[in-house]
């Protein structure tokens, strides 16, 4: 599966939640720290599928502790790279934090940071950030766009396996 020019990678995943949840794992495999992905999607589009792949990509210690923060702000998950997991779904609070001290938690060089929602906080985002754009297409299944941001970009795109079918 080519690249577009900018390295842009789209996937057009099956009908099962296990391809949303080993195309995150592929990708949080890859990921080093001080990476962010902002985790873009309707509801239910499959964003916390796709974060628990991350998860378990990452070796985190519960994978399956991942669920949508949206009323905790910013979820912490141990592991060898830690994950900060955060939701500006609700704008004005998560905007809030990081104009208050907040940006430096999150954007940690030491950790992953996936933000849902992240059109909301579009300002605060660091530089390099991997868009990753989850939606619903007119057939079964999700589509998956990943937009690399940023001079160092994210040059291990063009190696991610194709997803046909789940393992
Ligand atoms: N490739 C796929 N094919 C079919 N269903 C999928 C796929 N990926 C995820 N799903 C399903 O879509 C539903 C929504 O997924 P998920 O909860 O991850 O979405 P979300 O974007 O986090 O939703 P919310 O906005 O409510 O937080 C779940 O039932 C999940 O199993
Ligand atoms: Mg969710």
């Known amino acids: 599966m080519p690249c577009e020019p900018d390295g842009t990678r789209v996937f057009e995943l099956p009908d099962d939640p296990a391809a949303t949840e080993r ?50 702000l910013v979820i912490e998950h141990g592991g060898p790279i830690p994950l900060l997991h955060a939701d500006a779904y609700l704008p004005e609070k ?41 939606s619903m297409p007119p057939r079964p299944g999700r589509t998956v766009r990943l937009r690399p941001q940023g001079p160092r970009g994210f040059p291990w795109l063009a190696d991610l396996p194709r997803i046909d079918e789940p393992h």
Request: negative net charge; charged residues 20%.
């Open 94 to 134: 998560l905007a809030g934090f990081l104009a208050d001290g907040g940006l430096e938690y999150l954007f940690d060089p030491a950790k992953v940071v996936v933000v849902e929602w992240p059109e909301n906080v579009r300002k605060h985002l660091p530089d390099h950030v991997l868009w990753v754009e989850l």
């Open 23 to 72: 195309l995150g794992a592929e990708v949080g495999a890859r990921l080093q720290p001080g990476d962010t992905i902002a985790l873009q999607g309707g509801l239910g589009a499959g964003k916390t599928t796709f974060t628990r792949g991350l998860a378990r990509g990452l070796g985190l210690d519960d994978p399956e502790g991942v669920a949508s923060p949206t009323y905790l």
